[in-house]
């Protein structure tokens, strides 16, 4: 991210993915006419706005915010889904989405007052990813269950490729490709492989063997993970603050998962972010 533009980083990184999915699914069950337009919308939430807010607000803000917000991803799923009446409401899951969103806002609260202006935009803009990909876990849980995992994933990356390339064109053009280190490319080539396609596989892979709930649960590795690798290479501090908001995350998860503290998205397709 500090060798390429966000954008330019985003796009090659959906292509280099719809490009290795092209021969990965080429045995898959084909997707009818109607579902192609289906999986065209869900790739406008799930890769267009994910991969774009997300990349574009971790260039602008640190490891440990980004991580931490990301854990919002279930309870928004459940407040979407109480919202479209697919889930019912009740007072532990209304406390616990209050008791999320406001860790949530804590940290980009705590942004516009103890980072940058730039940092704040970073953690407005992951909350947003969040937010869209907790949209496309409500919408597409209905009709991930008939359609082949490897063919969606596929067609959602060929679209968002497509359609984040108008998006990205600029950023392209002005790109300076000469300038570009050739560990920066070896960094590329292995977010294409690891945590784009085998993260969206793997995850496809795991919903079919695992309850949603305990891939779901996984998720809240990622902050500890992402806060002690940022401290070792990247030099950063866990701030106060952040962990106080991650505190009260984890808190209203729990409390929105119900009396077994089951994980709140657990009807919607798991809470990890690939």
Known sequence: MREFAPLSFAWLRIAGAALILSFVVRDAEPLSAKDKRLVSGFAVLAVVLNATLFLVGLSLTSVQVAAVLITTIPVFTLATAILTGRERASANRIL??????????LVVGGESLAGTRASFLGALLIVLNCLSYA??????????????????????????AV????????????????RIPPNAW????????GPTVAAYLLQAW??????????????YVQ??????LGAMFL????????????????????????????????QYGGGSHP
Request: charged fraction near 10%; hydrophobic fraction near 60%.
């Open 206 to 219: 795991a919903l079919r063997h695992a309850e949603s709930s305990v891939v779901a649960a996984y998720t």
């Open 235 to 266: 030099g950063e501090h866990i701030r106060p603050i952040v962990a106080v908001a991650a505190a009260m995350i984890f808190a209203g998860v729990w409390l929105a998962g119900g009396k077994t503290g089951r994980a709140p998205d657990q």
């Open 223 to 228: 902050p500890v993970l992402a806060a002690i």
């Open 163 to 178: 359609l984040m390339l108008p998006v990205s064109a600029y950023s392209l053009l002005h790109e300076r490709w000469t």
């Open 135 to 160: 949209i496309y876990l409500v919408i597409s849980k209905p009709h991930m269950a008939r359609l082949s995992a490897r063919s969606v994933v596929a067609r959602m990356f060929l679209v968002g």
């Open 186 to 193: 070896l960094t590329l080539a292995v977010v294409i492989l």
């Open 96 to 105: 616990g989405i209050a008791l999320a969103g406001a860790g949530a806002l």
